[in-house]
């Protein structure tokens, strides 16, 4: 089963609103990053939070992380029709190297 | 600096054919993974190197499926006698050996298989 899942599947909000993105885990982290994907193709990191962090921000996005609830959130502030993507989260489990992704966000920003 | 590619970027074959993607990880990383992503889905970790340790190869979906790395830079991934199921993006990406562990993705392969 899926280590990460995000909430929700699809999300469609217009230009200048803030967009909202959860992810939710199963088990032990080391860390969660979130990942952007265009039209399919490679990912791009966005931003990195660990697991002893609660909060980190970077520009116009903002993270956050509950390891007792095991989720986390990424909100868009000021949204532009460029952040028009899918949005995954993955999590680096404790003791390995490897990522388990989510299904992924799509996010449209209308203009 | 040069990020992570992958050759070819679009492949066609027809069922039964093998076919072979590359991966050129950023130089210098040590880690390499090769995911799958069907259209619409999420990613489907196939195989990890790390170095000279084994690879991880929890994640190939049969033996139809392998990847070598050699030199511990470029990757190759066969896919053996394909089938119609194996139509999807592969997506290759790698990382520095010191933690997080935040990873770089080429563009990916699309392979369709007919």
């Known amino acids: 089963s899926q280590q990460g899942e995000e909430d929700p599947q699809a999300l469609s909000i217009q230009e200048g609103e803030n967009a909202t993105m959860n992810c939710s885990y199963k088990?032990?982290?080391?860390?969660l990053q979130w990942y952007r994907q265009n039209s399919g193709r490679g990912l791009v990191h966005l931003i990195l939070?660990?697991?002893?962090?609660r909060e980190k921000h970077s520009g116009r996005l903002r993270v956050t992380l509950d390891t007792s609830k095991k989720s986390s959130s990424l909100l868009i502030t000021a949204s532009r029709a460029a952040d028009t993507a899918s949005y995954f989260c993955?999590?680096?489990?404790?003791?390995?190297?490897?990522?388990?992704f989510g299904q992924g966000t799509r996010l449209t920003i209308n203009p | 600096g040069a990020g992570v590619s992958q050759s070819p970027s679009n492949k066609v074959t027809e069922k039964g054919k093998d076919v072979e993607l590359r991966c050129d990880p950023i130089?210098?990383?040590?880690?390499l993974y090769w995911y799958r992503q069907s259209l619409g889905q999420g990613l489907e970790f196939l195989i990890y190197?790390?170095?000279?340790?084994?690879?991880?190869k929890s994640g190939l979906p049969s033996d139809r499926f392998s990847a070598e790395r050699t030199g511990g830079s470029v990757s190759t991934l066969t896919i053996q006698r394909t089938q119609q199921e194996d139509s999807a993006v592969y997506l290759c990406?790698?990382?520095?050996?010191?933690?997080?562990?935040?990873?770089?993705f080429g563009p990916g392969t699309r392979l369709t298989v007919t």
């Open positions: 190197f790390q170095g000279n340790s084994a690879p991880d």
């Open positions: 088990t032990s982290i080391n860390n």
């Open positions: 130089s210098g990383h040590t880690a």
């Open positions: 993955a999590t680096g489990l404790r003791g390995a190297q490897k990522l388990v």
């Open positions: 939070i660990r697991s002893n962090e």
């Open positions: 990406a790698s990382s520095p050996d010191r933690g997080p562990y935040e990873q770089y």
